[in-house]
């Protein structure tokens, strides 16, 4: 359900620019260094948050971590696109497969056009792959510099891969660098949840939906998750 983009849905805000380094890429399973001060202030600001990271706290409790590589984020991200999380699964796995359990741009930039459509990728998809290998090797794609930008220009410098667009940033920003405040408006999963834990209809409304923005920020990423786990429990990543 994750994987549907609504275009539109896109809510347009403003971005306040920092002339600040961004925190690197977390360590996988490590939780943010942000998560706990994160959960205080959203628990004070907001009655279902209090509720809902109180329902999913320690012993049990998952919280976002990093695989610490874009690259194969940004593979997984072209893949289920568009498609069922099963499907989207059973496409990766061959596709890991055929790279030998080695994704990276030197394996993927090897593979022929018909190595990866037999993986079950789309003509697109097999494009976007093809391109971000050969740019993570040219270094026309530079992932270093994202820790530099603010989360709107990684966005935008994200969104000029072929096959990526705002929400599939959006999501490399939340899960590879575990930035604090991505609030994914495109997301049905997230829209699902609001409209869930808020007794709103579906879709909810945008007025609503930029309400809770500017409620959770600067933590929006930490609310998002907990909305998705209240209609998921299994836990996302990329």
Request: glycine letters at 2%; proline letters at 5%.
């Amino acid at each position: 359900a994750l994987l549907v983009i609504t275009s539109s849905l896109i809510i347009l805000r403003r971005e306040i620019y920092h002339k600040k380094k961004y925190p690197p890429i977390q360590d996988m399973n490590k939780m943010p260094k942000y998560w706990t001060k994160a959960k205080k202030y959203l628990s004070k600001k907001d009655k279902v948050m209090s509720i809902l990271i109180e329902k999913y706290k320690s012993p049990s409790e998952t919280v976002l971590t990093s695989r610490k590589d874009i690259f194969f984020s940004l593979c997984k991200s072209i893949i289920g696109q568009q498609i069922s999380v099963a499907a989207a699964n059973s496409v990766f796995l061959k596709f890991e497969k055929r790279c030998k359990n080695r994704i990276n741009a030197k394996v993927v930039s090897k593979l022929s056009f018909t190595q990866l459509k037999e993986c079950g990728l789309s003509k697109q998809k097999v494009k976007g792959i093809q391109s971000l290998a050969k740019q993570t090797l040219d270094k026309s794609f530079n992932p270093n510099l994202i820790s530099k930008m603010s989360d709107e220009e990684a966005i935008i410098y994200l969104s000029k891969l072929r096959q990526i667009g705002r929400w599939s940033a959006e999501m490399i920003l939340l899960f590879t660098y575990n930035r604090s405040n991505i609030w994914p408006v495109q997301d049905i999963g997230l829209l699902r949840g609001i409209s869930k834990n808020y007794k709103k209809k579906y879709l909810p409304p945008e007025t609503f939906v930029k309400l809770l923005n500017k409620r959770f920020t600067p933590y929006c990423s930490v609310a998002t998750w907990y909305l998705w786990r209240s209609i998921d429990p299994e836990p996302i990543q990329y």
